[in-house]
């Protein structure tokens, strides 16, 4: 049937437009639930934002030439495209670099062709974990760090591949999708359904997301350098006060431009004039000796030779 997908986010564009990209693979697949794993783990839906979050663009790992029970051999076979919060499980997108793994991809594809099950196993790292009362740990600010096409995944057949997606020389994408029912049982041939997506891209949308990315990356270098320059004055107004100095707000309002403009060389060498200007200046408005010397003859006499040695 034909859909036309309205492009939300930057990444989805750049997941859309590479599917004109023949050199890449599509493949969609459920990540995770937010129900504990043959492990005794699992992830709650309130920290799913933060594993879609920290997984976008990370691998899709396999073994070269098979799919292994478990990780050990898993290698980069493609990067995650996308990944969509549906409240109870994460559905994902990969491409698959299908010119340097060509024979794992048509393997892939066959798999999925003959409705032969693929499962997925995710990587991750945490900071923090609950055990609730039931022996479950419930992982805390998870961080993606790969998704991997396993045989024996600790979700069993609730995390699988839905699909593999071959471009046609026609120009039309080819999805079989498999449906898995609630219950997290296999389909079977009376359940599955199959989905044939004709990708359009509306041309003032392309336009309007890449203005959007430009802004943003405009945005990001403003914020930067603002940044830097505010970590920059602050470091310098501490070394003023280090070095006796104290300015008001108005002060180093006036003079920030002037100070941030230095190179830290420059900075060094006029605070340490500074310094040096302050010390002669409170060198020379002490009182002169005018005790007199034992020649002097006269209260004028006195005064000039007290200021002749304070001007020495």
């Given amino acids: 049937m034909e859909k036309k997908l309205v492009l939300e986010s930057r990444i989805n564009f750049i997941a859309e437009a590479a599917l004109e990209n023949p050199n890449l693979g599509w493949m969609e697949f459920i990540l995770t639930d937010n129900q504990p794993n043959d492990n005794k783990q699992g992830i709650k839906s309130e920290a799913f934002a933060g ?56 393997m892939l594809l066959e798999m999925s062709s003959k409705k032969e099950p693929i499962n997925i196993s995710w990587e991750l790292s ?81 336009k309007s997301l890449r203005k959007q990315v430009e802004d943003l990356e405009e945005y990001k270098e403003t914020r930067e350098t603002e940044d830097a320059k505010a970590s920059m004055l602050k470091q310098r107004i501490g070394m003023f006060a280090e070095a006796g100095f104290d300015f008001t707000d108005e002060e180093i309002e006036t003079n920030e431009l ?46 000039r030779e007290g200021f002749r040695e304070m001007k020495q």
């Fill in 258 to 303: 002037v100070w941030l403009e230095l190179s830290d060389e420059a900075f060094q060498s006029m605070l340490k004039l500074m310094v040096n200007i302050k010390q002669t200046k409170a060198a020379s408005t002490s009182v002169p000796d005018v005790s007199g010397t034992p020649e002097s003859t006269s209260n004028i006499d006195i005064v």
């Fill in 51 to 106: 594993l879609i979050q920290s997984g976008l663009f990370m691998p899709l790992k396999m073994a070269l030439g098979e799919i292994q029970q478990d990780h050990s051999e898993a290698r980069p076979l493609g990067t995650i495209a996308s990944l969509e919060d549906q409240t109870e499980k994460i559905f994902g997108k990969a491409a698959i670099w299908k010119l340097f793994r060509a024979n794992d991809y048509k």
């Fill in 126 to 206: 945490y900071t923090e974990s609950d055990i609730d009362e039931d022996g479950v740990e419930w992982l805390g600010d998870p961080v993606l760090t790969a998704a991997a096409i396993v045989g024996l995944p600790a979700y069993g057949n609730r995390t699988p591949v839905l699909s593999v997606a071959s471009k046609k020389d026609e120009g039309e994408t080819d999805m079989t999708e498999k449906k898995v029912p609630e219950s997290g049982e296999p389909e079977t041939e009376e359940t599955k359904t199959e989905v044939v997506v004709n990708v359009s891209v509306d041309a003032e949308e392309v």
